[in-house]
């Protein structure tokens, strides 16, 4: 008899990080739908305006296919486009109103919310100074921004109440404008992120490296059928494959659907829906980002027992044991939607200002797999295999929580769903060239 330690699998891997900003396109996306597992998560649906402008943001949560958190926000703009006022709902209840003003030159100068807060915009040439009033009049902070030529910013600085300097972010432009080096140092946390970018004749970035604290932390690959890209893949610092992203297009290039895989598995899919819509101004002045995480580990064990057979085949019996988990977690920032992952222009997204979410939900799941082969010894130690499999899985869903942020001062809304389960029976055909030894 022979017992083999047959596999021992833990992976950890961060599924999508997408920063955005405005871009001028023939078409808007008004709806958008996140599937796990063939189970809706979340669907998007958008409004717009002649000009392009988002007017209503809806956005809706789903746990076992039943709505359990929902958002909501109203825009309205002037007769230059500019926007002047946001309200926002979150479950059907008003949870912050913001108005803004601007000068002659079209520059914000000053934000007021239901809350009493406001925000002072001071502009000099190319620098930026908005100063954070609270409902008493006193300055809780301050932000400095620094932009070239070209209006990108370049330099950011943001201050405490006492005036101290906790955060930075620089950036580098070649000059044709593509951003290649990009640092984000949180000072007070003693962290600094330095990202570089790589491109290809066309202006598409073929590859993203990021250094934590001047150590290699990651690097992404993108590959291009012309002009858009139609897989991306994510590497650790010790050049192992994390995961992979595949994109599909329309006939108007619209992106219309993102599979995201761990190794050879597919996880999770998202499908977008589009208008044709013409736009008469850019959107270049909004901003936002949004980053989706989820880690997976999983550790398995089993046993063969070889029957007799003749000198060079060896038919076995065997039982696999699998445990596994993982977590998701998402994290928003002044906007959500669907944005190409590499130069980060805005695909139809949404801006939302003073705004923020996250979520987390953690899963557990074991299997037990019957196993039946048999093994080829073509040399001495060396064999060919051929292995039939039956098997039962399950994975739980623990509850999980999701919060939204909006306004200033923040007004804070928690959802929590329910823990959900789902097994079910399989069975498997493996080929494999292994290495193999009798004890």
């Given amino acids: 008899m022979q017992f083999i330690r047959k596999q021992i699998i833990f992976g950890l891997f961060i599924l999508n990080s997408l920063n955005t900003s405005g871009q001028k396109t023939g078409c808007l996306e008004t709806k958008a739908a996140s599937f796990i597992n063939n189970i809706k998560e979340n669907e998007l649906e958008k409004t717009y305006d002649k000009n392009g402008n988002l007017l209503v943001y809806n956005e809706t949560t789903f746990s076992n296919n039943i709505k359990s958190y929902s958002k909501r926000t109203e825009n309205e703009y002037d007769d230059k486009n500019r926007l002047i006022k946001t309200i926002s709902y979150i ?15 079209d520059f914000l100068v000053k934000e007021s919310t239901n809350q009493n807060s406001q925000i002072i915009t001071i502009n000099k040439n190319n620098i930026t100074e908005k100063i954070y009033l609270d ?47 990009s640092v984000n140092d949180d000072i007070t946390a003693k962290i600094k992120i330095k990202t570089q970018y790589e491109y290809n004749s066309e202006g598409s970035v073929i590859k993203e ?20 890209i139609f897989k991306k893949i994510k590497y650790n610092k010790r050049s192992q494959i994390e995961y992979q992203i595949e994109y599909l297009y329309d006939e108007l290039s619209n992106l219309v659907e993102e599979k995201y895989f761990y190794k ?114 073509f040399a001495e130690s060396f064999y060919l295999g051929l292995e039939l499999g039956w098997g039962f899985s399950s994975t739980t869903w623990k509850s999980g929580e999701s919060s939204a942020t909006d306004g200033i001062p923040a007004v804070i809304v928690k959802n929590v769903t329910n823990e959900s389960k789902e097994s079910g029976m399989s069975n498997n055909a493996v080929a494999a060239f292994r290495l193999g030894w009798r004890f």
């Fill in 91 to 105: 479950n059907d209840k008003l949870i912050s109103q913001s108005k803004k003003q601007y000068d002659s030159p």
């Fill in 264 to 377: 050879s598995e597919l996880i999770s899919t998202k499908k977008n829906s589009f208008d044709v819509f013409e736009k008469e101004d850019d959107n270049s002045l909004r901003s936002g980002s949004y980053m989706e995480k989820m880690s997976a580990w999983s550790v398995g064990v089993g046993g063969e027992y070889h029957f007799a057979g003749t000198e060079k085949l060896s038919p076995y019996g065997g039982l696999d044991i699998k445990f596994g988990g993982g977590n998701k977690t998402t994290e928003g920032s002044n906007g959500t939607g669907t944005y190409n992952p590499l130069t980060g222009e805005l695909m139809g997204g949404a801006f939302m200002a003073d705004h923020s979410e996250a979520s987390e939900a953690k899963s557990s799941s074991m299997g037990v797999n019957l196993v039946g082969g048999v093994d080829y010894y």
């Fill in 135 to 181: 409902e008493n009049g006193k300055q809780s902070g301050k932000e400095i921004t620094q932009t070239n030529l070209a209006g990108n910013v370049i330099k950011k600085t943001v201050f405490d109440d006492k005036n101290n300097a906790i955060s930075e972010i620089s950036k580098i432009f070649d000059k044709e404008e593509k951003l290649i080096e």
């Fill in 209 to 228: 490296t990021e250094l934590l604290n001047d150590g290699l932390n990651y690097f992404t690959l993108n590959e291009y059928k012309g002009s858009r």
